[in-house]
């Protein structure tokens, strides 16, 4: 069986109804959510090699709910063996592709952040291993998409850092996790020779790679006090016992730390002497739980509300146990004046369903929640009440995003806009996009000739639709080369692309041809909230069922 579901999404990668058009996406469609469209359907382009993810509005907004959706781009990362091309992506509330940072392989921890007053994307690179964790570097891109900073851990035996959480602090340093092998007495479990997985949270300065704060998980918590016994593990460097599994890092006003175990069931706070001050959760709670606030193998543990609030994706079960018939999302209140916790808020999935593995909660400012449901392939958006605003479904199968965000992100990136130009009898389109921009409102396109590629005619203005914008060229024109200049909502030029020719032929842009801000790129301004919110009415939504697939759905 598993043989063929992989044969099976190989052919879909070369059979062509398995891809979608460009900017397209999917309404309660169950073509989709059966799988007869393929596990991973994805988009395609003209002027971009990209293949996004197509979505299925599994609960679509609708009149009375689009007002209350907040504005705002998705952030999500997905990853699976039905994931065409891994990676970093962002989309449009559409569903419409923004930026796509598959270039950076597959990753896990994908957000944005302010560092040194500027809004700055955080991105994991690297290797995951089998065994649920991550080797690799992280970066903080600027809003150009320039690497500003590259760093991992240090001071731990050569272990780099791992996927599981990046956080800026308000001071501009960074948390992160990182997971080191030690050899370990396990003769209690039988096991000679034994070697532990230890989970550390380090505190660096980005800019420099510096270590501030190391904790090593082994030094505070007894292995022996969790739920993930070694079973077939901790027999060698290779296969050693991962007993805590770190994996989220946030740190509050007081200088303290808050530490997530899965494996552990526990919240630590930590001091920066690297004591434990108290502990949700787990074995040995010494804080009060009160009723509906136990959790286990939970993710994505953050402070809210002048720290009064923590919430966290508790998915109720991992890959060998469940502890119930679904995952939620909570908000607990923490009072510090009788140490205890109570239930604020819970969050159900529309699939009621456990996602055995990561999995994410975004409270925003206007009190609306994102959730990612990690190993399952959705996010959901609620309002204040945790009513749902809308269900997306970005996959089928093993398709998977560690996390999925929602934030304000303003962005020109320091490339030229890619232009495709194809002619069809006497038909010319021009397909342009601009990997990442969200500050193109129009595109002006213009014409040239071959005896004087550099010198532009302007042709047409055409608003911006999606990632790529198609442009029809009147036949009667005679040019050879076409170029598209961007346009923001002020009407000013942002950028000019290359003179492109229909055999894909180039020529610079003209030596005039430059923009007001300091270069070509145009600086970027960080300013005015990006991409506001597009109704999803999209008249290039389609629904086709492709016979050849059906034959093979209905084969496998
Ligand atoms: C709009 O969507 C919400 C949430 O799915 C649903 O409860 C409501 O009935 C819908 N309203 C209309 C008019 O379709
Ligand atoms: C980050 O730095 C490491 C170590 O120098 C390097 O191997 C890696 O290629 C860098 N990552 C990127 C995306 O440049
Ligand atoms: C450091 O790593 C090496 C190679 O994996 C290992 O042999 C050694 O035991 C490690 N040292 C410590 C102190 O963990
Ligand atoms: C920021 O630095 C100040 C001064 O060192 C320290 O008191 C504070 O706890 C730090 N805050 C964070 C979040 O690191
Ligand atoms: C933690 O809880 C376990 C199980 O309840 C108990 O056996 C153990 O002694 C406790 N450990 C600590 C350090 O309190
Ligand atoms: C602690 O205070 C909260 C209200 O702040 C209350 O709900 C709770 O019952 C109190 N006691 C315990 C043991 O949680
Ligand atoms: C709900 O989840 C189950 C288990 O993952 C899956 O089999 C089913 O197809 C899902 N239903 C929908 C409507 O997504
Ligand atoms: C984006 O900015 C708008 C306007 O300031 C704000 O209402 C909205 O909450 C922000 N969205 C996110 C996801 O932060
Ligand atoms: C524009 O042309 C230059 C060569 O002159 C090339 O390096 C660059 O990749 C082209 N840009 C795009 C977006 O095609
Ligand atoms: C040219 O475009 C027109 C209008 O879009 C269309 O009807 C016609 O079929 C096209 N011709 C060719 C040869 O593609
Ligand atoms: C295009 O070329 C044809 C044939 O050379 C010529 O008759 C026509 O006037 C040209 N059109 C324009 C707009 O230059
Ligand atoms: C660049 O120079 C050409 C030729 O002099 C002129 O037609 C064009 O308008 C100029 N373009 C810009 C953007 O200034």
């Known amino acids: 069986m ?3 579901r992989s044969s099976f999404s190989f052919l879909c990668l070369f059979v062509l109804s398995c891809r979608v058009l460009a900017d397209t996406t999917y309404f309660q469609s169950s073509e989709y959510a059966s799988g007869a469209l393929g596990s991973g359907p994805f988009q395609i382009f003209k002027s971009s090699s990209s293949t996004p993810s197509a979505w299925n509005f599994v609960v679509p907004y609708n009149d009375s709910t689009a007002g209350q959706i907040e504005s705002g781009l998705i952030f999500i990362a997905p990853r699976g063996t039905n994931v065409n091309s891994p990676g970093a992506l962002i989309y449009d509330k559409s569903g419409n592709l923004v930026w796509d940072g598959t270039r950076f392989g597959q990753t896990l921890t994908f957000k944005v952040a302010t560092y040194k007053g500027e809004s700055v994307i955080l991105l994991w690179t690297g290797t995951v291993a089998g065994a649920g964790v991550g080797s690799g570097y992280d970066l903080i891109l600027n809003n150009k998409y320039e690497i500003i900073a590259n760093f991992t851990a240090v001071n731990l035996n050569g272990s780099l850092a791992d996927f599981h959480d990046i956080e800026m602090t308000s001071n501009d340093t960074a948390l992160i996790t990182a997971y080191q092998p030690k050899t370990w007495d396990l003769s209690t479990f039988n096991i000679a020779d034994g070697w532990l997985l230890d989970s550390v949270a380090q505190e660096l300065d980005p800019s420099n790679g510096n270590e501030i704060f190391t904790w090593v998980a082994s030094d505070h918590v007894d292995p022996n006090t969790c739920y993930a016994s070694p079973g077939t593990t901790g027999t060698s460097a290779d296969n050693p016992w991962d007993y805590f599994h770190i994996n989220a890092v946030d740190k509050d006003s007081a200088g303290n730390y808050l530490i997530s175990s899965r494996h552990c069931h526990a919240i630590y706070y930590v001091a920066p002497s690297g004591d434990i001050i108290w502990t949700i ?7 009060t739980m009160n009723d509906g606030t136990t959790f286990a193998w939970q993710h994505d543990v953050r402070w809210h509300n002048d720290e009064t609030q923590i919430s966290l994706f508790d998915n109720e079960g991992t890959a060998w146990e ?9 908000l607990l209140d923490f ?3 009788n140490n205890s916790v109570s239930l604020n808020q819970q969050w159900i999935p529309y699939n009621v369903t456990v996602s055995e593995s990561q999995g ?3 409270i925003l400012d206007s009190g609306n929640t994102l959730i990612g449901w990690g190993q399952v392939p959705y996010f959901s958006e609620y309002d204040a009440n945790g009513q749902f605003l809308y269900v997306v479904q970005f996959g089928v199968g093993d398709v998977q995003s560690y996390r999925a ?12 806009p890619s232009v495709s130009v194809e002619t069809s009898g006497s038909n010319t389109t021009v397909y342009t996009s601009w990997n990442g921009a969200t500050e193109v409102a129009t595109w002006q396109l213009s014409g040239s000739t071959s005896d004087s590629p550099q010198l532009a005619v302007p042709i047409s203005n055409t608003s911006r639709s999606g990632f790529e914008t198609a442009i029809s060229v009147d036949s009667s024109t005679n040019f050879t080369y076409f170029q598209v200049a961007a346009f923001n909502s002020n009407k000013k030029v942002i950028v000019y692309s290359n003179f492109t020719a229909s055999d894909g032929s180039q020529q610079d842009p003209a030596a005039n041809q430059t923009v007001e801000s300091s270069n070509s790129s145009g600086s970027g301004s960080n300013s005015s909230s990006s991409g506001s919110l597009q109704v999803a009415v999209n008249s290039r939504m389609i629904t086709s069922v492709f016979l050849v697939l059906w034959i093979f759905h209905i084969l496998l």
């Open 2 to 4: 598993q043989l063929l």
């Open 281 to 287: 959760g787990g074995h040995n709670s010494t804080v």
């Open 322 to 330: 469940l502890d119930s018939s679904s995952s939620r999302g909570l």
């Open 335 to 337: 009072d510090a004046s």
């Open 360 to 362: 994410n909660v975004g």
């Open 405 to 416: 965000y929602h934030y304000n992100w303003t962005a020109t990136p320091n490339t030229r």
